[in-house]
Each structure stands twice: as structure tokens, then as C-alpha cells.
């Protein structure tokens, strides 16, 4: 069935540190790929998407790159800041208005 | 815009007790879904409404859970009788509906404590 896996956390970087959070899935057909961010004490957020294959989403100086030979959109920043301390969840669309959620992976950023 | 609305935004009840969380979604959106979020099963999708009918409801845990949406502007999700392993935090959200690639804006959560 339908599943998306990623990376447990927690994940603690040093300030300005580069990030990565892995997520692969599993789906039927071509998926639309979103990265969602809940800051703490707050509803989820979306972050970045991508709707097909080698697209690129960014926002915020985080990149995820829809990448249908490894089935993976891992989350990448350059240069991590206080401010993105949140959970971050990756998420999958099959063709319909519902989405599938990983478990999220909880970074923290320390000065 | 608001946002979409949920009351309340903390609820504490004794086991047995009758629950309504509450939501509104934002204005125009045709989708309204309802998650539960815990540490062990991550955020599940309860059930979703297009147009105030209810599409899936399939994660819904069991009968004593059940939701409504009287209208465009409002829907409550209602656990009768509560249990103790219902503790969570509720999530709504909201939709668009113009693409199944829409964003889904969700509300900030109730966080249901059972006793």
C-alpha cells in the first residue's frame, strides 16, 4: 500500500550546520510530494511541493527534489538557523484530495 | 483571512464524558479534513468532507467517534463516550479543492487530555 518513511529524529545541528532529512515513499502511479513544518504549539504548515519527476521545490533556503528513480524528496537547507527548529513531515498525494503522512522528524538548532 | 478556527484549543475530560472539538474552516474552501496526531501513530487522517459531504471516513477509529458538517462554514468531530487512549491533538484543515495538488492549511489543534 501507500507509505511514506523518514529519517527518525531527533536530529540537533549546530547553528549554520547543512541539513538533510530523508523521506522515501511508496505509490502507485506518480505522486505529488510535499514537505509540511510544525512549529511548536502550531497546526502543520506547508513548506515546499513538487508535482512531477526532477522538480525541485524550495522555499525558505530549503530544496527537495522529486526523485522518481530512488522514490525520494529528501529536504535539504545549507545552513540550518535557531528559527528552524520545528518537526518536519514529508507527504505524498495519489491522485486524490487525501494525503499520506511520515512520522516527522523533530530538529532542534542550537547557537 | 483567520485562518481555519478550531475551539477549544485545550479540553480535559473524565473518562466516559461526552467530547465536541470544533472547527471552522477558511471561507471558500471546498475540502474540510479532520487528523489525529500522537507520538506513537504520527497524524492520521480521521475523515475528510467535500461540500459538507463526508468522502472517507475509513480513519475513524471506532463508533464512538463521529464528525458532521452542518454547513460550508463549520464541522464538529464528537467522542462519546471518551476513553483515555483518545488523548491527542486534533487537527482540521482546510482545502481549496480547484486541484487534489492543493495546500492544506490546518488550524492550530486541540489538545484532548482523558482522565
Known amino acids: 500500500g501507500n507509505s511514506v518513511t523518514q529519517m527518525e529524529g531527533p536530529v540537533t545541528l549546530s547553528e549554520e550546520a547543512f541539513l538533510t532529512i530523508n523521506c522515501t515513499y511508496t505509490?502507485?502511479?506518480?505522486?505529488?510530494l510535499f514537505w509540511y513544518v510544525q512549529y511548536p504549539g502550531e497546526g502543520l504548515q506547508l513548506l515546499l511541493k513538487?508535482?512531477?519527476?526532477?522538480d525541485k521545490g524550495s522555499n525558505k533556503g530549503f530544496e527537495a527534489t522529486y526523485r522518481k528513480e530512488t522514490t525520494s524528496f529528501h529536504l535539504e537547507k545549507g545552513s540550518v538557523q535557531v528559527s528552524d527548529s520545528a518537526v518536519y513531515f514529508c507527504?505524498?498525494?495519489?491522485?486524490?484530495?487525501?494525503?499520506?503522512f511520515g512520522k516527522g522528524t523533530k530538529l532542534s538548532v542550537i547557537p | 483571512d483567520a485562518g481555519v478556527i478550531q475551539s477549544p484549543r485545550h479540553e480535559v475530560t473524565e473518562m466516559g464524558q461526552e467530547v465536541t472539538l470544533r472547527c471552522k474552516p477558511i471561507?471558500?474552501?471546498?475540502?474540510l479534513f479532520w487528523y489525529r496526531q500522537t507520538m506513537m501513530r504520527g497524524l492520521e487522517l480521521l475523515i475528510y468532507?467535500?461540500?459538507?459531504?463526508?468522502?472517507?471516513d475509513s480513519g475513524m477509529p471506532e463508533d464512538r467517534f463521529s464528525a458532521k458538517m452542518p454547513n460550508a462554514s463549520f464541522s464538529t468531530l464528537k467522542i462519546q463516550p471518551s476513553e483515555p487512549r483518545d488523548s491527542a491533538v486534533y487537527f482540521c484543515?482546510?482545502?481549496?479543492?480547484?486541484?487534489?495538488?492543493?495546500?492544506?492549511?490546518f488550524g492550530p489543534g486541540t489538545r484532548l487530555t482523558v482522565t
Open positions: 507527504a505524498f498525494g495519489a491522485g486524490s484530495y487525501q494525503l499520506t
Open positions: 484543515a482546510s482545502s481549496p479543492g480547484d486541484t487534489f495538488i492543493d495546500e492544506q492549511y
Open positions: 513538487a508535482t512531477k519527476a526532477d
Open positions: 471561507s471558500g474552501h471546498d475540502y
Open positions: 505509490a502507485t502511479g506518480y505522486p505529488s
Open positions: 468532507f467535500n461540500n459538507n459531504v463526508p468522502i472517507d
